[in-house]
């Protein structure tokens, strides 16, 4: 092959990369912290160990300078977290094996807040995308897809969020609140390619599921879930630039994350 073809298939080869870079305004803009703080109020699934901060050193050190240092200890799935693929599918991604260009990306953000209000419980339907779609056209190839359900107002109040306060296998029976429908879930896989998933709730599952099939349904073709994601009635419908990093837990299941968006007016 001639050194003038071997340029021309260099240059096709970048132009198409090219065309795959997001161009994002950095300039401009606000930045939204989509992230609740971790803390002694912040909420985790009733069978799981919270948050937990403690004092390591805080005061003038010998050496005469001021000096503050905690260890600090959490589950993986609480908080404002990421759900990597593997947590309900064998085989799926682990945490540090989500590349980056899955975690960041231009948002739409589906309102679903009105029948969820009428029904704590609801599920996402495949209509509440559809009819999004009808109004705002086509969720586009590889966006990250938000659901704002509203829940997000009751934070940090856990009876209020999950349905119940109380802890231990005998309050699994009392969580309350929205998730995605299998069937919505199976939709997006066969008919949108996007890169990940989240929501104001505590699961992409309804609290009621016994199978937690939507994210089994979504884990299969590895989109990554974001959960208990804050603020999203602060983003617009279209056109917020995510930025979703957890804490690179290799073989993780889940990782705290610290989810940010970039919103122009």
Known sequence: MSTRIVSIFVLLILAIACTRVEQVDWEDGTWIDLTYEYSDETIYWPTSDTFQLDTVFVGEAEGGYYYEAYAFASAEHGGTHLDAPIHFYEGGESVEQIEIDQLTGYAVVIDVSEPVADNRDYQIQTSDITSWEEEYGPIPDGSIVLFKTGMG???????????????????????????????????????????????????????????????????????????NVANLDQLPTTGAYVIALPMKIKEGSGAPLRIVALVHE
């Open 153 to 227: 107002a009751y934070w940090p109040d856990a009876e209020a969020y999950l349905g119940t306060a109380n802890r231990g296998e005998d309050a699994l029976a009392e969580l309350s609140f929205p998730g995605i429908h299998p069937d919505a879930a199976q939709w997006i896989v066969e008919n949108r390619d996007i890169k990940a998933v989240g929501l104001d709730t505590p699961s992409l599952d309804y609290g009621q599921s016994e199978r937690y099939e939507a994210h089994q349904v979504l884990f299969e073709h590895n989109i990554a879930g974001f959960e």
